[in-house]
């Protein structure tokens, strides 16, 4: 059963300050990586693609890739209230294997950011 | 707008009857997925579809059926053999099997 595991949570930052949120996956395959930001009784919203290791930056908001240690990070700068929902990490399977076109998707971690 | 839409918002479901969820989308993307997510949980795979009149099954596909006949629409019924249906129905199209996938609103279905 391939993976994407992420820190569970609840994570709470004040504002202002750098939210982290951790993912690891199972199948070394995995070549893109998404993360989603999910607000209480919605549907989740795209905010990062990343396909090579490295950095990612858009706006407040750095995904960081490794795939030698196959882990993936989301880095919210300058954390607001506003930013406090559940992110999701997903990861798509290597292509040609059963599991083709099968995006697999973390539990998420509720993040809160207090004023 | 491009957009993905689902409806109904809400939809309530007496034991024993079937149902059909509506997901339409005008964004020309060839590949739509549908996924259940239960309080609490992560996102689960029900059917997706590549192309046009092709669908395959997901992780949990049991009590489910779709059909893709159109490009822009890809309805879900949620049969009496789902034994759990109340959940928090979501559809989601990409360009590719490979692209990023974007969500409609989501249905959110209760069986009474």
């Known amino acids: 059963q391939k993976e994407v595991e992420q820190n569970s949570g609840p994570l709470s930052v004040p504002e202002g300050a750098i939210a982290s949120l951790n993912c690891t996956y199972s199948?070394?395959?995995?070549?893109?990586f998404f993360w989603y930001r999910q607000y209480s009784g919605k549907s989740p919203e795209l905010i990062m693609s990343?396909?090579?290791?490295g950095d990612k930056e858009d706006g407040r908001f750095t995904a960081q890739l490794n795939k030698a240690s196959q882990y993936v990070s989301l880095l919210i700068r300058d954390s607001q209230p506003s930013d406090s929902a559940t992110y999701l990490c997903?990861?798509?399977?290597?292509?040609?294997?059963?599991?083709?076109?099968?995006?697999?998707f973390g539990q998420g971690t509720i993040l809160t950011v207090h004023p | 707008d491009g957009g993905i839409t689902q409806s109904p918002k809400y939809l309530f479901r007496k034991e024993g009857q079937n149902v059909t969820l509506s997901c339409e989308q005008n964004l020309n993307h060839d590949a739509m997925y549908w996924y259940r997510q239960d309080p609490g949980q992560g996102l689960r795979l029900i059917y997706y579809?590549?192309?046009?009149?092709?669908?395959q099954k997901g992780d949990i596909a049991e009590g489910y059926s779709v059909s893709r006949e159109k490009k822009e629409s890809f309805p879900l019924t949620v049969t009496s053999a789902q034994k759990n249906p109340t959940a928090f129905y979501l559809c989601a199209s990409s360009l590719g099997l490979y692209n990023e996938q974007f969500f409609g609103p989501g249905t959110r279905l209760t069986v009474l």
């Open positions: 579809s590549q192309i046009v009149n092709d669908f």
């Open positions: 199948d070394r395959g995995s070549q893109s």
């Open positions: 997903a990861a798509d399977p290597p292509a040609g294997g059963t599991s083709y076109g099968k995006l697999t």
């Open positions: 990343i396909y090579s290791n």
